[in-house]
């Protein structure tokens, strides 16, 4: 398959600490949220393998939030999401699928309760400012809506720890999964939370000053040369492995939560109210017909540029794959797939056609790994 660059323009913002990547041999960028992001340093598999055992530091600056302060804005945000959280405390993040009307999904952010009155929802890719502004103009809600100046750094990998003790100290050891706290490094303190887009372990460091950020990105490589840290970025094969979703890869706009495997995040009997609540109760009385599932396919390489279709040997749909990779633990393409519910008993096997070859996978259970 032909690689064509991609053409840097206004519209599709650099980040604080684009020059430095560049500089360090990012091989292969992607877009997310009108940004660059990051997708291969070395390549692929050698990425997944040095964060698989040692430690890296992202730019994951398209990570973009979205600032919802005011009176109204825990209304907002829980109109905005099927997750209760009405019990939320402020320090924790949240992973909160964001619901429309008809009971589709829209995005499914990280949301931080920073206070009673402000939030911000740390978003997957596509333009959920929009989607608040519009909601808080038809309800008249006394809320601000804005994109603040955060550049997420995301320090990936089992020796993670190690190399954040060296900065902000033992404390940040204790920090919980999903929980999030300011630390102070040389005299500047920074919102670090425990999470990020793999299951690595590591943490995400919001940062709110360019300047700072692109000292504190050189003092991770600086501190972390013992722990062998390189730069890196999400993971398509760690990712695909650990069954972490992508928004517009994996699932959109044409799904419900159900189908995306989220039902523990839809609190349907709760008194909160959210859009779509009453579709959503009629989804699951109903019951879904199709479902996100995991692929292995006996081949070596896939180029995931659009949907793939799965059929069986009466030429019947099984489903369509949305995302895939060839994963070096297992020795084929694995993938995640919305697999039709005559086909969720794993029994039988499919076909796929890989650049007008045909071959042959089987459907399985959500995580690989």
């Not at 596509?126 to 103009?137: E, H, L």
């Not at 722990?227 to 492995?241: A, D, L, S, T, Y």
């Amino acid at each position: 398959m032909k690689k064509f660059p991609i053409v840097k323009s206004r519209r599709l913002r650099s980040t604080p600490y684009t020059d430095r990547i560049e500089s360090q041999g990012v091989s292969s960028y992607t877009v997310y949220n009108h940004m660059l992001l990051p997708a291969t340093f070395k390549n692929l598999e050698a990425d997944y393998q040095h964060l698989k055992q040692f430690v890296q530091v992202w730019d994951v600056a398209a990570e973009r939030q979205v600032q919802i302060t005011g009176i109204d804005s825990a209304k907002l945000v829980q109109l905005m999401t099927c997750r209760d959280l009405s019990k939320s405390k402020i320090g924790r993040c949240y992973y909160a699928p964001l619901i429309d009307h008809e009971g589709y999904l829209v995005n499914d952010p990280i949301i931080n309760k920073l206070a009673d009155d402000k939030w911000w929802l740390s978003i997957a890719d596509s333009d959920v400012i929009f989607f608040a502004k519009g909601i808080a103009a038809g309800k008249n809600f006394d809320v601000e809506i804005t994109e603040p100046n955060v550049n997420i750094l995301a320090v990936q990998g089992p020796l993670s720890d190690n190399l954040m003790v060296k900065l902000f100290g033992e404390e940040i050891r204790e920090l919980r999964f999903f929980n999030f706290k300011y630390f102070e490094f040389k005299e500047k303190k920074y919102f670090v939370a425990r999470s990020g887009w793999s299951k690595q372990g590591g943490f995400e460091i919001y940062v709110e000053d360019n300047i700072a950020g692109q000292d504190l990105y050189d003092y991770l490589f600086e501190y972390g040369a013992e722990f062998k840290v390189r730069p890196g970025c999400p993971n398509q094969i760690e990712r695909i492995e650990s069954a972490l979703l992508s928004y517009g890869n994996d699932f959109d706009n044409r799904d419900n939560p159900f189908e995306a495997n989220f039902d523990k995040y839809v609190h349907l009997d709760s008194d909160v109210d959210f859009l779509g609540k009453e579709k959503l109760k009629k989804i699951k009385e109903d019951g879904i017909k199709r479902k996100l599932m995991g692929v292995k396919i006996d081949h070596d390489k896939i180029d995931m540029y659009c949907e793939k279709t799965l059929w069986d040997d009466k030429n019947n749909i099984v489903g369509y794959v949305r995302s895939a990779a060839y994963s070096p633990t297992f020795k084929k393409v694995i993938g995640i797939a919305m697999i039709n519910k005559p086909y969720w008993d794993k029994k039988d096997q499919f076909k796929i056609d890989i650049n007008e070859k045909i071959f042959v996978g089987t459907v399985c259970d959500l995580p690989f790994i």
